[in-house]
C-alpha cells in the first residue's frame, strides 16, 4: 500500500508540473528587454554618487 501511495504521490507530482505554464509570453519578455535596454543607454546615472562633496 505504502508503495501504491509513492507511486501516486510522484505521479501527481509530474502531472503538477507538466500542467504549470509561465504567465508570460515570448512578446512581453522581448518588450521588458527593450525597455531596459533603453534604460541603460539614455545617458543618465544613478550611481547613488550626486551631491556629494569631493
Same mark, same amino acid.
Given at each position: 500500500m #505504502? #508503495? *501504491?501511495l509513492s507511486i501516486f504521490a510522484l505521479a %501527481? %507530482? *509530474?502531472v503538477g508540473m507538466y500542467s504549470c505554464e509561465p504567465e508570460t509570453d515570448v512578446q512581453d519578455t522581448e518588450a %521588458?528587454?527593450?525597455t531596459?535596454?533603453?534604460e541603460s543607454t539614455d545617458g543618465k546615472s544613478?550611481?547613488?554618487d550626486t551631491g556629494r562633496d569631493g
Open positions: #505504502r #508503495r *501504491a %501527481l %507530482l *509530474a %521588458l528587454m527593450k531596459i535596454d533603453q544613478s550611481n547613488g
